[in-house]
């Protein structure tokens, strides 16, 4: 049965990405082999990959991170790391297809954008 959905950002270099999900969310490095790590926090996980190559062909990817306390994470960002806010949505903000999102972006334009769905 599947379990969960892992996505692997790719970095040229592994700090940048650590310094986003580490520094910025507050994820835990919870294995760490050379050039690879695999973040968790909550239940939520990814995989960071130091390959330069990689990361040189590839599209920056946008990530979905769902919460159900967006203002408390907004908050935590907000009040410790404020420069990885995006400058097109920086505060939580009512978006058309009714989920609230702020969004965060890294030095290599990885984007996350925090979301909470309404409570049915």
Same mark, same amino acid.
């Not at 940048?16 to 968790?40: A, K, N, T």
């Not at 907004?74 to 009714?98: E, I, K, Y």
């Given at each position: 049965?599947?379990?969960?959905?892992?996505?692997?950002?790719?970095?040229?270099?592994?700090?940048?990405?650590?310094?986003?999900?580490?520094?910025?969310?507050?994820?835990?490095?919870?294995?760490?082999?050379?050039?690879?790590?695999?973040?968790e926090r909550d239940g939520a996980k990814i995989?960071l990959a130091e390959n330069a190559e990689a990361?040189?062909?590839?599209?920056?990817?946008?990530?979905?991170? =769902?919460?159900?306390? &967006? !203002? #408390?994470?907004?908050?935590? +960002?907000?009040? %410790?790391?404020?420069?990885?806010?995006?400058?097109?949505?920086?505060?939580?903000t009512l978006r058309p297809w009714g989920a609230? =999102?702020?969004?965060? &972006? !890294? #030095?290599?334009?990885?984007? +996350?954008?925090? %979301?909470?769905?309404?409570?049915?």
């Amino acid at each position: 049965m599947l379990t969960r959905f892992v996505a692997t950002v790719f970095y040229a270099d592994l700090e940048v990405g650590l310094d986003l999900f580490v520094g910025g969310l507050r994820m835990e490095v919870v294995h760490r082999d050379g050039g690879f790590v695999v973040l968790e926090r909550d239940g939520a996980k990814i995989q960071l990959a130091e390959n330069a190559e990689a990361a040189a062909h590839s599209e920056r990817p946008e990530l979905g991170l =769902e919460t159900d306390d &967006l !203002d #408390a994470v907004f908050a935590d +960002v907000a009040a %410790r790391r404020p420069d990885l806010l995006h400058p097109n949505l920086p505060s939580p903000t009512l978006r058309p297809w009714g989920a609230r =999102e702020f969004a965060m &972006l !890294d #030095a290599t334009t990885v984007c +996350v954008v925090v %979301r909470e769905w309404p409570r049915a």
